[in-house]
């Protein structure tokens, strides 16, 4: 008998990048910000994919799917599947280098950061936006409760703490 997934999630994570120097440490704490997610938001059984690419790769993609060619930290694809089997819910896509000097620069660890991301682009598969103020307010609160639950500070607090230190020592 197959093994229960917890909120019947399937998750496949895939590394496309060698800079990804712990790829079982990344793929746990990706699986464990997914499950956080999809309990967060009631999710019965879906499936989906996360890809720990480059910047080099993700600047394709956001180039050829959004027009915009530069690299960026994370990526979703939303997808729907009709017919049997768990709903296809689409592939989530990180980029270390931006990921890693992101974290450097906000002074968090970077397990911390790529929970935030996977959380942030699990949200955008299920519908969330951050396009008017008051869709990234709703996107923002979900996200700061789901990090609570596992016990990671406020990402949008750490960062504006980030940048006020880097004002003052740039006196």
């Not at 197959?2 to 120097?21: F, K, M, T, Y």
């Not at 790769?57 to 060619?69: F, K, M, P, T």
Request: charged share 30%; aromatic share 4%.
């Amino acid at each position: 008998m197959p093994r229960a997934r917890p909120h019947g999630c399937n998750i496949d994570v895939l590394v496309e990048s060698d800079l990804w120097q712990h790829p079982a440490q990344a793929k746990a704490v990706v699986r464990r910000a997914v499950r956080a997610a999809a309990a967060a938001l009631s999710t019965k059984r879906a499936e989906l994919a996360v890809v720990l690419t480059d910047d080099a790769a993700i600047r394709l993609l956001n180039r050829d799917w959004r027009g915009v060619d530069a690299a960026t930290n994370v990526l979703s694809f939303p997808a729907k599947r009709l017919g049997a089997g768990p709903p296809l819910l689409g592939d989530i896509v990180l980029a270390y280098e931006t990921v890693a000097r992101e974290a450097r620069r906000d002074g968090k660890p970077f397990a911390h950061h790529l929970t935030h991301l996977a959380v942030h682009g699990f949200l955008h598969l299920n519908g969330y936006d951050h396009a008017r103020a008051d869709a990234a307010a709703a996107m923002e609160r979900l996200e700061r409760t789901i990090l609570r639950r596992l016990d990671i500070g406020d990402p949008y607090r750490e960062r504006a703490r980030g940048a006020r230190q880097r004002k003052r020592g740039s006196r």
